[in-house]
């Protein structure tokens, strides 16, 4: 007998080797808090989590979502009596400072935290303030050295919203489709007496590439300095490969806020429908 367990994370990515496990035995978030779960829960390497979203190095969350299946008997330990939201505060006392678990839960067997997910939600926070970011905020924000339209910005942004092949704003994956639904892309100036010139963007989409969401920034921060003119976005949905114009804004200004799930009893109809490799017929036909 087995028991699918959630776990719901937070972590500041600046010292983490973003959040897969590595071969080489980088320091990764993955490794971190699996090290802990199969210490509490007396498991061996086998057991991994599954993530709804494989942040890069340098990236932050405060809304994370992982599951692993385990053996429902290594639950019946005295401290934790068969209750998977007892292992929060046990798995929290192993785990270092950069890294928490909002809680643990029981969830169905169906759920699967990354082919079972709606939608994910982002943060990039980013100043073009000629000294940076405050000394506070350097670890969540973002320098970009230029002064921005965000106006512009917010149009550029606008582009990017609806379905389409983002194989210009992604790093290559063998095997990886870059068709995706970008459901909200929102920039606004969020400046204020002590940090002018600041700015704050909200992306949610059904799911990201490798490099998608920084290379969307970058983009939008791009045409917004002027570098790049008003025909650059709608121009990168119409490439076939990555394009090297792209700038990749910088790690650090990136936050993944939440994942979205849907209903208990359309887990399943979900996974297997996010499984299916979308096609450029997709694409096509919502262009029409």
């Given at each position: 007998?087995?028991?699918?367990l ?8 600046t010292?983490?080797?973003?959040w897969a ?14 090290e802990?779960?199969r210490?509490?829960?007396r ?8 993530v709804a ?5 340098g990236?932050h969350a405060t809304g994370?979502?992982?599951n692993?299946?385990v053996p429902?008997s290594?639950?019946e ?6 209750n998977p939201?007892r292992?929060t505060?046990r ?5 270092p400072?950069?890294v ?5 839960s029981?969830v169905?067997a169906?759920?699967d ?12 926070r980013?100043?073009?303030r000629p000294?940076?970011p405050?000394?506070?905020?350097r ?7 230029k002064?921005?339209?965000?106006d512009?910005?917010?149009?550029c942004?606008e582009t990017f919203?609806g ?9 290559y994956k ?8 970008v459901e909200s892309?929102t920039?606004?100036d969020i400046?204020t ?5 600041t ?14 969401v920084?290379s969307?920034?970058?983009a ?7 570098r ?6 709608p ?5 076939s490969?990555r394009c090297d114009?792209v700038?990749?804004a910088?790690?650090c200004?990136?936050?993944l806020?939440?994942?979205d ?11 297997e429908a996010?499984r299916?490799?979308?096609?450029a017929d997709?694409?096509e036909?919502?262009?029409?």
């Open positions: 007998m087995t028991v699918n959630r776990f719901d994370i937070a972590y500041d990515g010292d983490f080797h973003g496990s590595q071969r080489d035995g980088l320091r990764t978030v993955q490794a971190t808090i699996e802990a779960v210490l509490v829960l498991l061996d390497e086998s057991y991994t989590l599954t979203g494989r942040t890069d190095a990236v994370q979502v992982a692993m299946v429902a290594s639950l330990q005295r401290s934790i009596d068969g939201g292992l505060s798995l929290n006392k192993l785990l400072a950069d928490t678990l909002l809680r643990v029981a169905p169906e759920f935290a990354r082919f079972g997910a709606l939608r994910r939600h982002y943060e990039y980013v100043t073009t000294g940076g405050l000394p506070l905020r670890l969540d924000t973002a320098a970009w050295r002064p921005i339209d965000i512009v910005v917010s149009a942004a919203v379905l389409h092949d983002f194989v210009a704003l992604c790093k063998p095997h990886a489709t870059t068709i995706r639904t892309f920039w606004e400046s007496a002590r940090e002018p010139q700015y704050l963007a909200r992306i949610s989409a059904d799911a990201f590439c490798w490099s998608m920084r969307l920034v970058g939008c921060l791009a045409v917004g300095e002027g790049r003119g008003l025909d650059f976005a121009r990168l949905l119409t490439l490969k114009e700038p990749v910088p790690a200004g990136l936050t806020t939440g994942v799930y849907p209903a208990n009893d359309q887990l399943a109809a979900r996974a996010t299916k490799r979308r096609t997709e694409v036909q919502a262009d029409r």
